[in-house]
């Protein structure tokens, strides 16, 4: 079955990690997020992938090429202009063929067992068939409440609370029959969400929810991407991992220089060719990646940094991130979810505590920010 991935929104709500980097490549443990999309989806057979882009389609194309090194054969279709979810796949329809297919949001962390949802759909004789999973918060997803066999009953795209009735939302993933596509209006922007899947539900197509209880995580905020690190880290749901294990749940790539004692308990990541000063202290829950320094006395923990990070001597980073090629000197304290945009450069003395964002190549003096 062919697949669509949908990869071409702007990723606005974790900015400044997507001003020069589309959200699906952002790394997660150190290996593109898309990438460990394509390994789930192929580990179900789903082999031949469209990939939809828009925003920074060059990264993808550059990382990917034709998908042969991940086993799979990747298309790249891009809008000039986003034409919408569901417009999207209108547009490369030609690449379709005539059977069924798949289409994927391309920002979720998602263990949906695809195979049974195939099967769903067949058993059901679906026409569309959309994965549902529970969560706490409805309200910035598609809700979708279903009746007992299943069958979809409506669709409330963001629902405010006095509107729900359900903790089931669009997980998106989505099994669609080809004929569908004749619903959908060509070169306009058009979405799944609020065009084709309450129009075809009302025409009196047969819409169904496939109920999974697998793990699943929207990747849209930094709390976000922070808890998919976390929950990798903590064997939520299943990662192939880059860095060899060293001691237990304590991987570290090649050529870092590090002391054992900076590390007294797990899990945590390293990545390859960086300097773990030995009096530096890396805390659980840390992710860093290729070519970082940390400095003598300072302390990392529940933080993620990618490549090219250097922190100066007694800073202390705490569930927050830091992204490529940022350098902070002496004395400094991240914590609560901030994030740091790349090349940024943070002097001594700061103190950035509350979910503060630093734009990219952003220089900030020294003592200058207290909050
Ligand atoms: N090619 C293309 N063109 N891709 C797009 C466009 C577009 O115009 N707009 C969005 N996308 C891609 C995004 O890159 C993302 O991978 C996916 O489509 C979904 O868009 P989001 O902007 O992330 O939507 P959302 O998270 O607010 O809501 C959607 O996902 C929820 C689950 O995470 C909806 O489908 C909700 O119903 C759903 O619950
Ligand atoms: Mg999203």
Request: with cysteine.
């Amino acid at each position: 079955m062919k697949a669509v991935i949908l990869a071409g929104g702007f990723g606005t709500r974790i900015r400044p990690l997507t001003c020069l980097n589309p959200k699906p490549m952002l790394p997660l443990v150190n290996k593109p997020f898309m990438h460990n999309f394509i390994s789930w989806i192929k580990s179900h057979g789903v082999k031949d992938i469209i990939l939809s882009t828009g925003y920074l389609p060059e990264v993808f194309e550059e990382y990917f090429k034709n998908g042969a090194d991940l086993g799979v054969n990747i298309d790249y279709i891009t809008e000039e202009v986003p034409l919408g979810t569901c417009g999207a796949v209108k547009n490369l329809e030609k690449l379709l063929g005539n059977d069924t297919f798949m289409v994927f949001n391309g920002d979720v962390l998602s263990a949906v067992d695809l195979t049974e949802m195939m099967k769903f759909h067949k058993d059901k004789k679906s026409d569309i068939t959309i994965a549902l999973t529970p969560v706490e918060d409805p309200t910035s997803y598609g809700l979708v409440p279903v009746d007992e066999d299943g069958r979809v009953e409506k669709f409330l795209e963001k629902p405010s609370w006095d509107e729900i009735t359900t903790n089931l939302i669009n997980a998106g993933t989505y099994i669609i029959e080809r004929k569908l596509l004749e619903l959908v209006p060509p070169n306009e922007n058009y979405s799944f969400e609020r065009g084709l899947f309450p129009n075809a539900l009302e025409i009196g197509y047969k819409i169904f929810g496939f109920v999974s209880s697998a793990y699943w995580l929207d990747l849209g905020t930094p709390a976000k991407y922070l808890q998919a690190h976390y929950d990798i880290l903590n064997g939520r749901i299943k990662f192939d991992f880059r860095e060899n294990e060293v001691f237990d749940h304590i991987r570290i790539g090649d050529n870092t220089a590090y002391q054992k004692e900076s590390m007294l308990s797990s899990p945590i990541v390293i990545g390859n060719n960086c300097q773990i000063d030995k009096s530096a202290k890396i805390n659980p829950l840390t992710v860093i990646g290729d070519d970082c320094k940390i400095g003598a006395g300072s302390a990392i923990s529940g933080s993620v940094l990618l490549d090219g990070v250097s922190i100066g001597k007694n800073c202390i980073i705490k569930d927050s991130i830091i992204s490529y090629n940022v350098t902070i000197k002496d004395k400094v304290i991240i914590e609560n979810n901030s994030v740091i945009g790349d090349n940024a450069e943070i002097g001594n003395n700061n103190i950035l505590k509350n979910q503060i964002k630093i734009n990219v190549n952003a220089k900030v003096k020294d003592g200058e920010i207290f909050f």
